[in-house]
């Protein structure tokens, strides 16, 4: 049974940072896709950033250039900075671990709430 558990999730002022850490209970997380999708209530999920086993990374274009994902894999852990927050950002964030690519999530953390004012 694999886990996934966020933190850092927070309440800031805008043009804030907050760091998001998600910790993988399984080794497999070295072979897979991990990724942050982000949902308001009442709309539709949304792909934030991605990064496979090699490392390389993608991102909506509302985050570029503000966001940035990266792995440390001998921690089974995935991070998710974010600098200049806007309002917009306010979100609740998820982690999420596609096996063995990111063209499908397989297993969600329980997520973790991003409030930007």
């Known amino acids: 049974h694999v886990q996934l558990v966020e933190s850092g999730g927070g309440s800031v002022q805008a043009g804030g940072s907050l760091r998001l850490s998600c910790a993988a209970s399984t080794g497999t997380f070295r072979s897979a896709c991990m990724g942050w999708i982000r949902q308001v209530s009442g709309k539709e999920r949304e792909g934030v950033a991605s990064i496979d086993s090699d490392g390389e990374t993608t991102y909506a274009d509302s985050v570029k250039g503000r966001f940035t994902i990266s792995r440390d894999n001998a921690k089974n852990t995935v991070y998710l900075q974010m600098n200049s927050l806007q309002t917009e950002d306010t979100a609740m964030y998820y982690c999420?671990?596609?096996?063995?690519?990111?063209?499908?999530?397989?297993?969600w953390g329980q997520g973790t709430q991003v409030t930007v004012s």
């Open positions: 999420a671990m596609g096996v063995p690519s990111c063209q499908r999530f397989d297993y």
